[in-house]
């Protein structure tokens, strides 16, 4: 028989002795201590996104282009609503009571817990009125953001602009939430890992007022925002405004160089826009303004037109035709001036020239024959292209070089598949693709790129990448952008080009062109087009240690030396000497004053 | 053989709808503690409330299955199952995978499978059959150390997976063998052990060492009152201690004095088993023992203390003691976990209005710290069912066990019990402050699929065993 049974009692009399034990204590908790309710009532956390200010960007020179100011977005948490007086509140928040409605069911269908943006960057000068009254409303609570401010409406296209974050963003990096900003061209895309900083997360404990009451858990668990580093850009500011100004009306691009850097001075794409109409509420109206617009300010000309360059691409093909030993100095070919064929001469200048007068005279039956010269050195045409393309290719045409370019193109330069398609392989020669001799024809090249050429020939040779960013402070930049590039073509072969060049300018074009007291280097180009010629010029000064190369093209405005050389000159003049001379005050007038979108105006 | 349908009409009904409402309020506040409005259907079974109500459903298969089985099944292949599950407990040290730093799961793709949940009912089906013997005397040595090895064989592999919790829920058979017949005593220092843990590390040693030979003098007074020569002992151990304090004195104070007096104390008692040995006073000696072993016992708690633990460890003690009033320290997840009990107030904030166990404030809101959700939106009223509903299973289940005939079943049925009692005590008391934090589930009420269906096997057997209470085993 079971002797312990009576131990049950005891067993019993624990579990009751604890249970009863448990039930006095929760009765204390729960019923007598108001201890734990009023922490409780405090706490209702918060967790608040600390968005870091962007770094900021300076030029050149150390003059600040690109800072913040601060903007407001309003958020509401739908779980935490009460009752509220809608027309004070639309009134005070500036929206209507539809915009109110939609976007609180909005964010109730995102979640009612979590704060979702009802109002956008509000402005600092709203903001101080809303931030008084705001108390009134349960659920509601606004949170610092900061926005670009541009220094001077300039340089929209090489800074770009920050926009929200889109679904492929998100998808692509996941530290990118809805709502984020993230760079979405320019500088601000190619540095953006370097400029957004990396977001905190403050926690908070908020009470039933929506104050404040502390942070959670001491802070530990709080990351704390990092600021974006800063960038110091290759642009000269004052280069970059005076360029913007002279090719206002005017649609085209500059691009200017420092040769011995690759450190892009100034890059212009006409016309542009004030980069600070992308910025906060507006972005989006103006964002459909200029995408509409006909002249096209949102496409980029610098980085993605593909522009025949027209006899500045003399250059290049004097350069091959010296290198490859089809020419020499002494080579010269007969110029029977407009009668010559197959392509004729734009100048009358005698019978015959060398190298340095092709240069100078801009000589189509000169770079006609220079170019079946170098074809013709192989056997097959083809392959005397494909020599030729090379060396073109070395250049930095028709591929893209790396850099720190959010969106540049390679451009065009005809491969032999491409002819070998339109011909039939065998059935194509030098005569087939004689407009490559002028610049014109299948090639299609950026105006970077051509300002690189600039820049090549400045250095007799060799190029160091373009780029756009000479620091990010506190870091090094790229060494990509310290390695030299060499071109497939000798130092010494520069020298009949550059003095063909030199004489060009000195001889010919001082009225327009001539920097007083520099000795500058320069090959106009005249694009024929379906519409007025486009007017070309590239340029590079001073002949002895070159400190800038630059390259102009102006769309629908007539001759090389009619508006893109006097342009090219005044920008040279601008930055060599800091002002223009007086007896250029015409020309520069003349020049700013230009209207080749609407002439007549 | 009983006929299936007396099957039926003999399983104890009360039983299973306790185990299903508690399963039921489970269900209902894991849905409010993981609620929000993005995933608002209740069977939703990416949600963890969904896949809890799957479990749940295949929890109540998992009990019919148990009860078509003839019950001596269980009786006969008590052994087996205990081996199996010791096996499993064997192979997961090498084969298994750590989850929340414990290295005691076997991953079969999504699928988890703990087999520490297993022991618990393996353990008193061997429990069960090792005591049912004819002739069986728990006060022999060799029952109760075979006893001992059943019961902390699992316990220590568990210990080794680095699962605390649920190696510490093996103690609780202790109550079993204590209604089995394990002397009172046992009890008794069971209790004198864990005071004397707590007094270890709550109270200076030197107060301690004072206090433990104050109750030591009044002890041996008591024992043998008629005693002529009582004063003797006490002479002795001022003897043998004041000559540890002139040292001390005349070294300025160089050693601790609770270490210095302690070992006065531990001089004296050896003295004084001797003279009791000499006088034959048997209480004498008695008393030393114990008097000795408890000096033993603090002195090496405070060693595995400040040197063995590591600081976290150190500090959830701590914490369970009041030593350390931090509140976003050690005690911060006790501390959350109070105000969402507290806040509950007498009638609750209303299913789904609870503030305090959603974003996080409470830790493992859905497991170990389930009972806040109660607490805070139930109130005082759901905390008191809640503990009422499991007082009453309690009850029944002690009220099933003294009815049975056979004593497998009715050592079984203790076993159920106590371990059921022991999460109970242990993880209720956690979430108000009162037990230190230790992670193991609210049984039927917790999330996780492995420790229901390990509470439901465990439960059911009984059940199965209780219903065939008149066949002979
Ligand atoms: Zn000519």
């Given at each position: 028989m079971d002797t312990f049974s009576k131990r049950k009692y005891y067993v019993l009399a624990i579990f009751f002795g604890i249970g009863i034990i448990y039930l006095v204590k929760l009765f204390s908790l729960q019923v007598i201590s108001s201890k734990y309710k009023e922490s409780a009532t405090n706490n209702v956390l918060r967790e608040i996104i600390q968005y870091p200010a962007r770094g900021l960007i300076y030029d050149r020179n150390g003059e600040l282009m690109v800072i913040n100011k601060p903007a407001y977005d309003l958020l509401v948490t739908p779980r935490e609503l009460e009752h509220f007086d809608t027309i004070a509140f639309c009134n005070l928040a500036e929206i209507s009571k539809e915009e109110l409605i939609a976007?609180?069911?909005?964010?109730?269908?995102?979640?009612?817990?979590?704060?979702?943006?009802?109002?956008?960057?509000?402005?600092?000068?709203?903001?101080?009125?809303?931030?008084?009254?705001?108390?009134?409303?349960?659920?509601?609570?606004?949170?610092?953001?900061?926005?670009?401010?541009?220094?001077?409406?300039?340089?929209?296209?090489?800074?770009?602009?920050?926009?929200?974050?889109?679904?492929?963003?998100?998808?692509?990096?996941?530290?990118?939430?809805?709502?984020?900003?993230?760079?979405?061209?320019?500088?601000?895309?190619?540095?953006?890992?370097?400029?957004?900083?990396?977001?905190?997360?403050?926690?908070?404990?908020?009470?039933?007022?929506?104050?404040?009451?502390?942070?959670?858990n001491e802070g530990a668990e709080d990351i704390p925002a990092q600021i974006g580093t800063d960038l110091v850009t290759t642009l000269d500011a004052a280069l970059q405004h005076y360029a913007e100004a002279l090719f206002v009306n005017k649609k085209g691009s500059v691009v200017a160089i420092e040769p011995s850097t690759g450190e892009v001075l100034a890059l212009v794409s006409a016309p542009t826009y004030d980069p600070g109409l992308l910025v906060g509420r507006v972005r989006g109206t103006n964002y459909n303004i200029l995408l509409e617009d006909e002249t096209k300010p949102l496409f980029n000309r610098a980085l993605q037109a593909k522009y025949p360059p027209g006899s500045t691409f003399k250059i290049i093909n004097s350069l091959i035709g010296l290198q490859t030993g089809a020419i020499n100095t002494y080579t010269r070919f007969t110029c029977n001036g407009k009668g010559s064929t197959p392509i004729r001469c734009t100048h009358s200048h005698g019978g015959s020239a060398n190298v340095v007068e092709g240069i100078r005279e801009s000589c189509n039956p000169f770079m006609w024959n220079a170019f079946r010269s170098v074809i013709n050195l192989e056997r097959k045409p083809a392959d005397g292209f494909k020599k030729w393309r090379e060396y073109v290719e070395s250049f930095g045409i028709g591929t893209i070089v790396s850099s720190d370019f959010?969106?540049?193109?390679?451009?065009?330069?005809?491969?032999?598949?491409?002819?070998?398609?339109?011909?039939?392989?065998?059935?194509?020669?030098?005569?087939?693709?004689?407009?490559?001799?002028?610049?014109?024809?299948?090639?299609?090249?950026?105006?970077?790129?051509?300002?690189?050429?600039?820049?090549?020939?400045?250095?007799?040779?060799?190029?160091?990448?373009?780029?756009?960013?000479?620091?990010?402070?506190?870091?090094?930049?790229?060494?990509?952008?310290?390695?030299?590039?060499?071109?497939?073509i000798d130092p010494e072969n520069f020298e009949p080009i550059i003095e063909g060049m030199r004489e060009l300018i000195a001889n010919k074009l001082t009225a327009v062109a001539g920097v007083p007291g520099v000795e500058m280097c320069g090959k106009t180009g005249t694009v024929q087009n379906n519409g007025a010629d486009h007017s070309v010029f590239t340029a590079f000064a001073p002949i002895i240690s070159p400190k800038i190369a630059i390259f102009v093209y102006v769309e629908n405005s007539g001759w090389g030396a009619s508006y893109a050389a006097p342009m090219a000159s005044l920008m040279v003049e601008k930055y060599l000497n800091d002002t223009i001379a007086t007896s250029r005050k015409p020309i520069e007038k003349r020049m700013l004053e230009a209207n080749m979108i609407n002439p007549g105006q | 053989m009983p006929s299936r349908r007396s099957l039926w009409a003999s399983i104890d009904g009360v039983t299973v709808i306790l185990f299903i409402l508690l399963m039921f309020l489970g269900w209902i506040n894991i849905y409010a503690s993981v609620y929000d409005q993005e995933h608002q259907n209740i069977f939703d079974t990416t949600q963890r409330y969904g896949k809890q109500l799957i479990w749940i459903g295949a929890a109540l298969v998992l009990g019919f299955f148990i009860l078509i089985v003839d019950s001596n099944f269980y009786v006969f292949f008590a052994w087996i199952i205990y081996g199996a599950v010791m096996l499993l407990l064997l192979l997961v040290l090498v084969f298994g995978t750590v989850v929340n730093g414990a290295k005691g799961w076997f991953m079969l793709g999504s699928f988890g499978f703990q087999p520490a949940e297993f022991a618990k009912f393996a353990t008193a089906l061997a429990l069960a059959s090792y005591m049912n013997v004819h002739g069986f005397k728990l006060q022999q040595f060799k029952s109760l150390l075979f006893v001992s090895i059943i019961i902390f064989l699992p316990a220590l592999l568990i210990l080794i997976q680095n699962d605390t919790g649920s190696a510490l829920v093996f103690f609780s058979f202790v109550l079993v063998l204590y209604r089995e017949g394990l002397s009172g005593i046992v009890l008794f220092f069971g209790t004198l052990l864990v005071a004397l843990f707590v007094l270890t590390l709550v109270v200076s040693n030197l107060f301690l060492s004072i206090l433990l030979l104050v109750a030591a003098q009044i002890v041996f007074y008591a024992v043998n009152a008629r005693y002529k020569q009582y004063w003797i002992v006490p002479t002795i151990y001022a003897g043998s201690i004041f000559p540890f304090i002139i040292v001390n004195l005349a070294s300025g104070s160089k050693f601790d004095w609770g270490d210095l007096i302690t070992a006065g104390e531990i001089l004296g008692t050896l003295i004084v088993v001797g003279y009791a040995f000499r006088k034959k006073l048997t209480q004498y000696l008695t008393v030393s023992f114990i008097f000795l072993g408890s000096l033993l016992f603090i002195i090496s708690v405070d060693y595995v203390f400040y040197n063995v633990l590591v600081e976290h460890q150190q500090s959830r003690i701590n914490e369970l003691l009041g030593i350390h009033s931090d509140p976003l320290g050690a005690g911060y997840n006790v501390n959350q976990s109070k105000i969402a009990i507290g806040s509950g107030g007498f009638f609750g904030k209303g299913f789904l209005n609870g503030t305090q166990t959603k974003f996080d404030f409470v830790p493992e809101q859905d497991t170990d710290f389930i009972f806040c959700t109660v607490g805070e939106e139930w109130g005082f009223v759901g905390s008191l069912v809640?503990?009422?509903?499991?007082?009453?299973?309690?009850?029944?289940?002690?009220?099933?066990?003294?009815?049975?005939?056979?004593?497998?079943s009715r050592i079984y049925g203790y076993s159920v019990v106590v371990i059921l009692?022991?999460?109970?005590?242990?993880?209720?008391?956690?979430?108000?402050?009162?037990?230190?934090?230790?992670?193991?589930?609210?049984?039927?009420?917790?999330?996780?699929?492995?420790?229901?269906?390990?509470?439901?096997?465990?439960?059911?057997?009984?059940?199965?065993?209780?219903?065939?209470?008149?066949?002979?085993?």
């Open positions: 976007g609180i069911k909005k964010a109730k269908d995102y979640s009612t817990y979590k704060p979702s943006t009802l109002v956008k960057q509000i402005p600092p000068e709203s903001f101080a009125f809303l931030q008084e009254k705001l108390y009134k409303f349960k659920g509601f609570h606004v949170q610092l953001r900061t926005l670009r401010e541009y220094t001077h409406p300039a340089a929209a296209h090489v800074l770009g602009y920050v926009s929200e974050v889109n679904e492929s963003d998100i998808t692509k990096d996941e530290y990118y939430k809805s709502g984020d900003y993230i760079g979405a061209s320019g500088i601000e895309k190619t540095y953006e890992k370097q400029l957004r900083g990396i977001k905190g997360i403050e926690k908070q404990l908020v009470d039933v007022h929506n104050r404040i009451q502390g942070s959670y959010a969106h540049a193109l390679p451009g065009d330069l005809p491969t032999i598949e491409m002819y070998n398609k339109w011909y039939g392989e065998g059935h194509w020669n030098a005569l087939t693709v004689r407009s490559l001799a002028i610049g014109q024809g299948e090639l299609g090249i950026t105006p970077l790129q051509m300002a690189n050429v600039g820049a090549i020939v400045a250095n007799r040779g060799y190029y160091y990448p373009p780029h756009l960013v000479r620091e990010v402070k506190g870091d090094t930049v790229s060494s990509m952008f310290k390695v030299k590039k060499y071109t497939k | 809640v503990i009422g509903l499991f007082l009453a299973l309690f009850y029944r289940l002690i009220w099933l066990a003294e009815r049975q005939k056979s004593g497998f009692f022991f999460h109970f005590m242990v993880n209720i008391g956690m979430t108000i402050g009162i037990m230190p934090v230790i992670g193991i589930p609210l049984p039927f009420f917790s999330y996780g699929g492995s420790s229901l269906w390990s509470f439901t096997i465990l439960l059911f057997i009984f059940i199965r065993l209780d219903a065939s209470r008149y066949e002979k085993f």
